[in-house]
């Protein structure tokens, strides 16, 4: 069965707009350059004018990025040139980016003007370079000028002092037309060296191995003249060209602007509720921590049957499929098709293998936002643990998603998978600790020894333990549950005829 509210995502998902950066300082003379999440990174474009040096080594990226960028524009109505200094010619680039998502024959050579200039650096040298740029800039009235190879031209230099001398000419050429200048180079010279002193801005483009995994990221070295993210950001390369995703806890740092409230929002579990006060405090976020089988995805699934069109609900899942969530529901009473046919919930499942946290957290507030979600089950939040190249990030990342959750008033609920089957001696990291609001342990109890010989051994029952509930009273006693065909039911643990699939005997939803 297949429902427009249920999505599998993939790296391809998710196109549009990052704009949590406060991009006040210059941003309205910003040249917004469309590429996704990339206008964040910058404080809200390139600078109008200014010189930009793009470097990476071979395959990072960098030929993608600027042709997706002169693609972009051409779409505003701007003019590009894009100048090679290198020998191959132009057709088996642009053989490669007409593939690409962004790519548009009718731009060129209308509003895209590929040139190879590599004959006149042979013939003439840097000053007849110089003179080409200025030629080709005042003729085609260009907003952007792109030089692909600089090491090209810092090898026709006789020395450091004339290489410095065309980069400062180059540059001065630029701002005269108000054309901004992106000069690309796969050479890492020092910081030191005249290509990285005296341009506006610095970006440089990586692919690195972790382990048998290759990443990609980008980080803004250098920019004058406004706010930009700086630090490494992750991006991918797909069929539509470059989305960068910039780090979550350094996009999202407005101050939070949910208010304080009383309201309480219902766990779907008439026992839960009456063990935490009423429900989940609203716009909080909650953890449900456990071994495997105790119960945490139909604990959220419970949680989510409470959505309503009006107040929606978002199920973010890893491991188990969107088929397997809704027979899942199901077997417990709840109307999933219903739900979503309604509107009242949404299922994004996202496979765990490859992901980049960023990607996940920038896709999760777009759904939250999209539709006004009001609770959120995150199932799994162990894949987002295994996702991250650098751990310690992730109780900021977490820290900035329940900010922002709880900005539009927003509930969380989180599971987390624990190892061990019994009451642990840990629950969880501090750090994870710290940043989730309220945390429930879902756990086995051990079966007492029974020394009548010939009687059926115990069963091992489920317990639920609320360790911590914000600025709340909560019921601190272990309550038995059992998981039936109505949800989960608590009842007595002591003896088998209070089994609630067996009789009344529980409170249930």
Request: proline content about 5%; aromatic content about 6%.
């Amino acid at each position: 069965m297949s429902d427009a509210r249920v999505h599998v995502l993939t790296p391809a998902d998710e196109t549009g707009r990052q704009g949590e950066v406060d991009m006040s300082t210059g941003a309205q003379d910003r040249i917004a350059t469309g590429i996704d999440g990339f206008d964040a990174v910058l404080g809200g474009g390139l600078v109008p004018g200014c010189a930009y040096i793009l470097q990476g080594p071979p395959g990072a990226g960098k030929t993608v990025l600027a042709n997706q960028l002169c693609f972009n524009l051409a779409r505003d109505g701007r003019k590009t040139l894009y100048l090679s200094l290198l020998a191959e010619s132009h057709d088996r680039m642009l053989d490669h980016m007409s593939t690409m998502g962004f790519f548009d024959s009718e731009a060129v050579p209308r509003s895209i003007y590929y040139m190879s200039a590599y004959s006149t650096l042979v013939e003439e040298r840097l000053d007849g370079l110089l003179r080409m740029i200025h030629r080709e800039m005042r003729q085609h009235k260009a907003s952007l000028l792109v030089l692909d190879g600089l090491f090209v031209a810092q090898d026709t230099a006789e020395d450091d002092k004339q290489f410095r001398s065309f980069i400062h000419d180059l540059q001065g050429l630029a701002a005269l037309a108000q054309c901004t200048l992106l000069i690309l180079t796969n050479q890492d010279r020092p910081p030191g060296s005249p290509e990285h002193t005296m341009v506006d801005g610095w970006i440089e483009l990586l692919d690195e191995m972790h382990g048998a995994r290759s990443v990609r990221s980008l980080i803004l070295k250098k920019q004058r003249g406004g706010k930009h993210l700086r630090g490494r950001h992750h991006f991918r390369i797909t069929d539509d060209g470059i989305s960068i995703f910039p780090r979550l806890e350094a996009a999202l740092t407005r101050e939070p602007e949910g208010h304080e409230t009383d309201l309480r929002v219902s766990s779907g579990i008439a026992g839960l509720d009456r063990m935490i006060g009423g429900g989940y405090p609203g716009g909080s976020s909650t953890v449900v921590a456990g071994p495997s089988g105790t119960g945490k995805t139909t604990i959220g699934l419970q949680f989510l049957s409470q959505a309503t069109p009006e107040e929606p609900g978002l199920l973010f899942g890893f491991y188990e499929t969107p088929a397997r969530l809704r027979s899942k529901a199901r077997s417990i009473g709840i109307d999933i098709d219903g739900l979503l046919a309604s509107g009242a919930l949404e299922i994004l499942w996202q496979s765990p293998a490859e992901t980049l946290p960023d990607e996940l957290g920038r896709k999760l507030l777009r759904a939250v936002e999209r539709r006004n979600v009001k609770r959120v089950f995150f199932d799994g939040i162990g894949a987002l643990r295994h996702a991250f190249l650098y751990p310690e990030r992730m109780p900021l990342f977490i820290g900035a998603i329940n900010n922002t959750l709880r900005a539009s008033d927003t509930t969380a609920l989180y599971s987390f998978e624990l190892p061990s089957l019994f009451m642990p001696d840990q629950i969880m990291t501090e750090e994870l600790s710290s940043m989730i609001e309220n945390v429930i342990l879902a756990h086995y109890v051990r079966p007492r020894e029974d020394s009548e010989p010939g009687r059926r051994p115990r069963i091992m029952n489920r317990e639920l333990l609320v360790l911590k509930i914000r600025d709340s009273e909560f019921d601190a006693y272990p309550e038995v549950f059992h998981i039936t065909g109505k949800g989960v039911l608590f009842g007595g643990a002591e003896s088998q005829n209070l089994r609630p699939d067996a009789a009344d005997g529980g409170e249930s939803a």
